[in-house]
Nanobody, 120 residues
Framework: QVQLVESGGGLVQPGGSLRVSCAAS????????MGWYRQAPGKQREYVAA???????NYADSVKGRFTISRDNDKNTVYLQMNGLTPEDTAVYYC??????????????WGQGTQVTVSS
């Protein structure tokens, strides 16, 4: 029904920056909140940031002031700009979308994840 495809992950040195993107496609009428989560090896998936369709944002304390979430509603795409990266940010980053389908039902969808590795 709906596919979320992340891109932009990779290897970056500590203190560096990276931007990941997530594009949604499929039977979409509209998208409410979009967000990012991450999962480090051996840890549970954790919330990173979210943005509403109106542009209101929210961040986990661990990334506040370093990460910026944004979205392009016309492209059904959400971005996560990550600055001041540390090795503790190393994880698979997943995007999430709260979608109102063409059928008018609502459902949440997840992307397949993109690896972000912070290492010297």
């Amino acid at each position: 029904q709906v596919q979320l495809v992340e891109s932009g992950g990779g290897l970056v040195q500590p203190g560096g920056s990276l931007r990941v993107s997530c594009a949604a496609s499929g039977s979409i009428f509209s998208i409410d909140a979009m967000g990012w989560y991450r999962q480090a090896p051996g840890k549970q998936r954790e919330y990173v940031a979210a943005i509403t369709s109106g542009g209101s944002t929210n961040y986990a304390d661990s990334v506040k002031g370093r990460f910026t979430i944004s979205r392009d509603n016309d492209k059904n795409t959400v971005y996560l700009q990550m600055n001041g990266l540390t090795p503790e940010d190393t994880a698979v980053y997943y995007c999430n979308a709260d979608v109102r389908l063409i059928s008018r039902s609502r459902a949440q969808f997840w992307g397949q994840g993109t690896q972000v590795t912070v290492s010297s």
